[in-house]
């Protein structure tokens, strides 16, 4: 067996309609770990919140890397204006947050959604206005904690969304 480099692989690059909003998303790192993943799975834009650290923060650059000059971004003041102007260009809003209407994320069907918004909640608030959102999924946990990072929820969530919507295009 041979450890492969980055330069061993060729992706099979693909663009998905996801966007991702993140909700007043705080840690530098959080930041730029959403560039990163988000560039992986082939999302087509972030929205971040403009108290969020901004692209040209040392540590989001160091921890994107090169990928926020990869993926289209945009800041926002206002979240309702926000998530009403998604919902009016066709996006269905799918909070990735634990609700009592939460559905586990394997048993989402996200194939029936055209465009899709994954919202992602601030580190200490979660979603601000919760009832915005058209669904919520939640990710199964089996620990004594019942909650995990923002951006781990985001890459297991974007890992799910896009293997379904690669099984449905074969």
Do not use: W
Request: charged share 25%; hydrophobic share 35%; proline share 2%.
């Amino acid at each position: 067996m041979e450890q492969l480099t980055h330069y061993d692989i060729e992706n099979n690059q693909k663009q998905f309609p996801i966007t991702i909003v993140c909700d007043a998303i705080r840690t530098p790192e959080n930041i730029g770990m959403c560039f990163r993943i988000s560039e992986s799975f082939g999302v087509e834009k972030i929205y971040f919140h403009e108290i969020s650290p901004s692209t040209e923060n040392r540590i989001v650059k160091k921890t994107a890397r090169n990928t926020v000059n990869q993926i289209k971004h945009a800041s926002y003041s206002d979240f309702d204006a926000l998530i009403n102007q998604l919902k009016t260009e066709g996006n269905t809003i799918i909070g990735i947050e634990i609700t009592d209407k939460s559905i586990d994320i394997q048993d989402f069907n996200f194939k029936n959604y055209e465009k899709i918004v994954l919202l992602l909640g601030s580190e200490r608030n979660g979603i601000e206005n919760i009832d915005l959102v058209d669904k919520t999924v939640a990710i199964p946990m089996f620990g004594r904690n019942s909650s995990m990072n923002v951006i781990h929820s985001l890459a297991i969530t974007l890992y799910e969304v896009t293997n379904q919507l690669t099984l449905n295009k074969k």
